[in-house]
């Protein structure tokens, strides 16, 4: 459970991580050692151009993939992320063809929980364990080497980061895309394609959200 390098220095791995990482000793936890910083791993600070923060991962065992709204490839999108999708075709035209978005986070979508860990069936469970003191400091660190464009969906997303967008960042804040929030806001807000126009307005290159 070590953090990637590039990573690292962060001041939560120093102050916070080694009381999360003893309470999580000898505790069954998702979505596990090896992909507790997927998110991290797969975009370094340099390579961030666009923010997702959900909340925790997947409580169902064979779910979460350290990604934020991803899921273990083989496995049907949860509704959230189904959501997403129907507004993702309506947005472009196409959604990937499985729930696993790794490829979204190769392209510099920081795809981050504001808690990386949650107990098997209970949802929420890590929340108060200062978890979202390292998803602060991670976007903040993102933001030194560029704009950043933020989907902000939902209460805690919005929580999370609040006070760090600055004026050359874009936020699209909307509700969540859960089934109980999504009509309120979240469909017809097309942030896919929004971001992408703001990635073109500034000379660089488009996410390829639907492949």
């Known amino acids: 459970m070590t953090p990637p390098d590039a990573w690292a220095d962060l001041p939560f791995f120093r102050q916070d991580w080694p009381a999360i990482r003893d309470r999580l000793a000898g505790c069954d936890w998702l979505p596990g050692p090896a992909r507790i910083f997927a998110a991290l791993a797969a975009t370094p600070p340099e390579r961030a151009r666009v923010v997702i923060l959900g909340q925790d991962p997947y409580p169902t065992p064979g779910h979460a993939n350290g990604l934020a709204f991803s899921v273990a490839p083989g496995i049907a999108p949860p509704r959230s992320l189904a959501?997403?999708?129907?507004?993702?075709?309506?947005?472009?035209?196409?959604?990937?063809?499985?729930?696993?978005?790794?490829?979204?986070?190769?392209?510099?979508?920081?795809?981050?929980?504001?808690?990386?860990?949650?107990?098997?069936?209970?949802?929420?469970?890590?929340?108060?364990?200062?978890?979202?003191?390292?998803?602060?400091?991670?976007?903040?660190?993102?933001?030194?080497?560029?704009?950043?464009?933020?989907?902000?969906?939902?209460?805690?997303?919005?929580?999370?980061?609040?006070?760090?967008?600055?004026?050359?960042?874009?936020?699209i804040a909307t509700a969540h895309p859960s089934p109980l929030s999504a009509r309120r806001g979240f469909f017809g807000s097309r942030p896919f394609s929004r971001v992408n126009e703001w990635l073109a307005a500034r000379g660089r290159p488009p996410i390829d959200w639907t492949t």
Not at 90 to 98: E, I, K, N, S, V
Not at 101 to 111: K, Y
Not at 147 to 153: D, G, I, N, V
Request: no cysteine; glycine share 12%; aromatic share 6%.
């Open 83 to 171: 959501n997403i999708f129907a507004e993702l075709r309506d947005d472009l035209g196409g959604a990937p063809a499985t729930g696993d978005l790794s490829h979204w986070a190769e392209q510099g979508v920081l795809l981050l929980n504001t808690s990386l860990t949650v107990p098997p069936g209970q949802a929420g469970a890590h929340a108060g364990w200062g978890w979202d003191r390292l998803a602060r400091q991670a976007i903040a660190r993102a933001q030194t080497h560029g704009p950043l464009a933020f989907l902000l969906w939902g209460a805690q997303a919005r929580k999370t980061v609040a006070g760090l967008p600055r004026d050359e960042d874009l936020v």
